[in-house]
C-alpha cells in the first residue's frame, strides 16, 4: 500500500467524521430508498486501484455514456423517422458493426433518401455468364485407344 493510504488510514477515524459533515455540506452525500441522504464518508474508506483498474473502468463508463447518448439519439430520431426506421437502421448498424458517432442517423439518410428500383435477377434470358458455347471451339479431337483383339475377347 501506498504511504499516503497508510498514514490516511491511521488517521482516518479521527478526520473522517470532520470530511463526511465538509461533504455534506457541499452536496456530496448519497440519498437513500426513504428520500433521506447519508454524508459519503469521505477518507474513512480509502479505496486504491492499479492504472489498469482505473483505465478499464474509464474505458467502460465510457461506452456506457457512449450508449445512453446512442439511445437517446435513436429515441429523437424515431420522433423523426419513425421507429420501424430507426428499428431497421439499429439492426442494419448491428449488422454491420457501425457503431460510431452519427452512424445510426448516416443510415438512417441514406435509406430514406435513397428510392429502391426493381429487382434485377439473373435468368436465361438476361445473363451474364457466357456459357458453355466458348468452350466448344477449343474442341480437341477425340483420342482414339488402339484396338486390342485380347482385351475385346476377354469382355
Request: charged share 15%; proline share 6%; hydrophobic share 45%.
Amino acid at each position: 500500500m501506498l504511504p499516503q493510504f497508510q498514514a490516511l488510514l491511521k488517521c482516518a477515524a479521527a478526520i473522517a467524521p470532520r470530511l463526511s459533515a465538509l461533504a455534506s455540506q457541499g452536496g456530496l452525500a448519497v440519498t437513500r430508498p426513504d428520500g433521506s441522504t447519508q454524508p459519503i464518508p469521505v477518507g474513512a474508506t480509502p479505496v486504491v486501484l492499479s492504472a489498469a483498474q482505473v483505465a478499464t473502468r474509464r474505458e467502460v463508463s465510457a461506452h456506457i455514456a457512449a450508449a445512453g447518448f446512442k439511445m437517446a439519439q435513436a429515441v429523437a430520431l424515431s420522433k423523426l423517422f419513425g421507429a420501424t426506421e430507426v428499428d431497421w437502421a439499429l439492426g442494419h448498424t448491428a449488422v454491420h458493426a457501425r457503431f460510431a458517432h452519427g452512424d445510426l442517423a448516416s443510415i438512417l439518410d441514406h435509406h430514406t433518401a435513397t428510392t429502391t428500383g426493381p429487382d434485377h435477377r439473373a435468368g436465361e434470358d438476361g445473363s451474364l455468364t457466357q456459357g458453355t458455347s466458348g468452350w466448344a471451339a477449343l474442341r480437341m479431337p477425340a483420342i482414339e485407344e488402339p484396338y486390342d483383339d485380347e482385351q475385346e475377347a476377354a469382355l
